[in-house]
């Protein structure tokens, strides 16, 4: 079946612009997961979906991001007035139900703030 | 001091030995525990999962689990070229958080 889908691929905009990336996890799975990976380190964990609900949003970077999942699928990551330090690879995950179960990663959005 | 710790590499190990990676952590609550594998410009794969002390062998693979220590390690037998890759470890924090490490770039030498 399907795997993880991201878009875009690629994104390239300038510092104080907004932008949007979005997930479209596996059929069925509840829990979805979006994280950030700057280059040569490890991965960021941002925020967690079960279902609509994020329980946890503590580990967003700050307040120009926000994300939201709409009918327990897709799931839209938000930046608001980018900086450069924003630049890095948004991974996006999700797993049938609960955080230890599988996560499945889509290909990431690659995103330059010029 | 970090919450995950990983010696970043490169690891060189010829084909066919065994590749031994390291992670300590610091959150002493932590239950569950993860191996993830990421090639080069792609996406982290998760190779094995471990929740309680001792040894999980899965194919090739082994992770390690010391809880006292703080310690999760993986083995890797009969390293192949493949197997070149970045490992991540990672733990679960509560319910809803995946701590990551920075990563261990392993090369195996044909």
């Known amino acids: ?114 | 001091q970090k919450e995950v710790e990983q010696n970043s590499g490169p690891l060189s190990v010829p084909e066919g030995a065994i590749a031994s990676l390291n992670c300590t952590y610091s959150d002493r609550v932590s239950q569950s525990f993860f191996w993830y594998r990421q090639y080069s410009g792609k996406s982290p794969e998760l190779i094995m999962s471990i929740y309680s002390n001792g040894d999980k062998e899965d194919g090739r693979f082994t992770a390690q689990l010391n809880k006292a220590s703080q310690y999760v390690s993986l083995l890797i037998r009969d390293s192949q070229p493949s197997d070149s890759a970045t490992y991540l470890c990672a733990y679960s924090r509560g319910a809803q958080k995946l701590v990551f490490g920075q990563g261990t770039r392993l090369t195996i030498n044909p």
Do not use: M
């Not at chain 1, 104080?16 to 799975?29: A, F, Y």
């Not at chain 1, 120009?64 to 930046?79: K, P, Q, Y």
């Open chain 1, 1 to 114: 079946g399907a795997g993880v889908s991201q878009s875009p691929s690629n994104k390239v905009t300038e510092k104080g612009k907004d932008v949007e990336l979005r997930c479209d996890p596996i059929s069925g799975h509840t829990a979805l997961y979006w994280y950030r990976q700057s280059l040569g380190q490890g991965l960021e964990f941002l925020i967690y979906f079960q279902g609509n609900s994020a329980p946890d949003k503590s580990g967003l970077p700050s307040d120009r991001f926000s994300a939201e999942r709409t009918g327990g699928s897709v799931s839209t990551l938000t930046i608001q007035r980018t900086q450069q330090e924003d630049s890095a690879v948004y991974l996006c995950a999700s797993s049938l139900a609960t955080l230890t179960d599988t996560q499945y990663f889509g290909p990431g959005t690659r995103l330059t703030v010029l």
